[in-house]
């Protein structure tokens, strides 16, 4: 976990999704720091965390993730905070907002999915098969990955920015965790949540996102009452690294109004 | 060659993505793969050209990875064909907010080959688990001779590394199967199916597993585990049968020793009596067996009347644990008796005796013991004292309790263990007994501890006699023995003796006199 800007700002924590880690954020994070106290953490099993503390009973559910965020609030001891959640963690946050809204000053909801599964009058956009599919893909990655995940780290000469502890970190994930993680993400269904909400949020859509189709975006925004939706110009997945500039925009926007 | 034809004709597939995702410009090859038609280059992301899978991991990992560090090398996707999935191997570069570059090679071969490799390395994992287990369950088993033991580490290894979250150990008697032990939070494992118990693990229908335990002749147990946890993979029945071999051996060896211990256990029993409770003088005794139940020590106490009237108090401990222990510890309880009965020595003399008579019967042993005698000349009896006389064969020294004062250890130069040469030079040593006086003769495991020294233990001895010394004999017994009862590492015998007063009758808390019918002094 880290922590930056003026002790006294709004607090603002960013939360990665499935698949990186707070190196995610890297490009929109500093953006809030002059006016913010800027909180960004890895989730257990992912980059510079610990993977002795990983609980394979209490991370079966996100609930367990979003107890972590709860507790990592609670630790920095501040007001409530503008949570900004990429991905599952979107949901994340709104677990643990429903859990202690006292917490939560704003969520800002980067690409959500509340169920990436299609289940009756609802397309989350994956069959189970396909979830099923991706695991094997992480799998046949992971073993190339044993070897190569040094040599790929130095091969980015030409970026010097990237200091040499993060990139030594980057992505990396405990397989083991990461399996679990994928299915816990894909395979979660966090629809009845949505209503429990009683915090201000801002849904941050992409126009084409393999992930998190536009109508999953409205479909949150249309079950989070008072929220509300952006839909960026940016496609993918990651607009926190495809399109920086623009989600920090949206997100400045919403909380200048609010 | 033009450039063009350089780009088409190379042998793998190439592409160039807009900064956005999107398709720009792709070769040959790569169309060939994937049907791509010319028409929906500019329309298409690169992910829409993976497999389902293929695409949520470069969305969610690759794509942000190749952002940020600007080159991804050798990773594995499968492209969506025509002719069905295109395993590749990619490798791509980037520049920020400039295009992408891919270069697709062909990887059918070396898939199938690192599937082969992680199926290989999968069984040899799933092997070393299972030998990691078995080696846990027969290190645990070779330390334990009870089937209480036997059934612990049954239950620790079922509940750890074999997954289960609830395990019971049955046990078979002569009246079928019974509950041993438990472990988990299963309130009610079924009860196993004997008929179906011979062959092998078994899982039933109601998700338990039922694993017989087999001896070397006849079933002799049956271990069930039910609610495995969520996430663990199924049972390794295979690892089970093996273990359950390896647990049915170790209770047929709990068996035969726990029957020998048995055996040892009655023997000892059978030679430490009821204490005499001649006149004015009350005997307390106590035998305490450690907390490993298979093991018999050969520690006794003994009190009897001479012919002479005098009262002889033993306490002693035969070297060993077994039953050879308890049996050598009934000969040299017998031999004192006899010699002291009828030669009418003092203490020291009599052990000399035993010395000769047990180099002289071969009696095979060594053994630590005190010999105390209560004597009584007609002053003393006018004076209202009486004397103790001992003698004291390497072992812990005898406590003086004084009715009013402080309790005292009677250490004395140290002497020979009983049974060491025949022709031993042996010491009396004597003490005023008062009205009041309490004595007290115990074994080490009173005193010795694991992780303590004999002088803390004697200190703790003294300390704690010294605030219950005003208790009565039988309560003070009690109190010392519940103290130890808790980490005892070896068996304790004690042997306490209070004297009253002459001058009035014996007081109704010490009891009835108990003398033998035919003794003479009756």
Known sequence: MSARGPATGVPMVFAHGFGCDQGMWRHVAPAFETTHRVVTFDHVGAGGSDAAAYDRQKYATLQGYADDVVEIIEALGVPPVVFVGHSVSAMIGVLASVARPDLFRHLVLVAPNPRFLDDEGYRGGFTDAEVDELLETMEGNYLGWSATIAPVIMGAPDRPELGEELTSSFCRADPAIARDFAQVTFRSDNRADLPRVTVPALVVQCSSDALAPLEVGTYVHEHLSGSELVVLAATGHCPNLSAPAELVAAVHDHLDRA | MSTPDRWDAAPCGLLVLDPDGTVAAANDQLTTWTGLAGDAVGRTRFGDLLSVGGRIYWETHLAPRLQLEGRLDEVTVELRGPQGRVPVLLTAVTDPGGPVRIALHGAAERMRFERELRSARQAAQQWADRVAVLQTVTAGLSRVSTADGVAQVLLAAATGPLGA?????????????????????????????????????????????????????????VLTLA???????????????????????????????????????????????????????????????????????????????????????????VAGHDIGAAAVMGQIRNLLRGIAYTQQQSPARVLTAVDQAMAGLGVPSLATVVALRVEQTPDDRAAGVRRVRWSNAGHPAPVHIPRHGTPASLTTPPELLLGAFPDVERTDHELDLHPGDTMLLYTDGLTERRHSDLDTGTRWLLDTLGRHSAERLEDLCDHLLRTVADHLDDDVALLALRAHTEDAPRPAEAGPVRLPEDHPAT
């Open chain 2, 165 to 221: 979250t609830s395990a019971a150990v049955w046990t078979a008697t002569a009246d079928g199967l019974r509950l041993h032990s438990v472990r988990g939070d299963h309130p009610t494992l079924p009860t196993p199916d004997v008929v179906g118990t011979g062959e092998g693990a078994v899982s039933a229908a109601d998700g338990t597993v039922q694993v017989p335990l087999p001896g070397a002749e006849d079933l002799r147990g």
């Open chain 2, 227 to 317: 609610h495995l946890a969520a996430p663990t993979p199924e049972l390794d029945l295979p690892v089970l049968t093996a273990v359950a071999q390896q647990a049915g051996i170790a209770l047929d060896r709990a068996r035969l020793h726990e029957q020998s211990a048995g055996v040892a256990r009655v023997l000892q029993r059978s030679m430490l009596t009821a204490p005499v409770q001649p006149d004015h003088l009350e005997l307390a005794t106590r035998y305490l067996p450690a907390a490993e139940d298979a093991v018999v020590g050969g520690d006794w106490y003994d009190a009897f009347l001479c012919q002479d009237g005098t009262t002889w108090l033993v306490v002693g401990d």
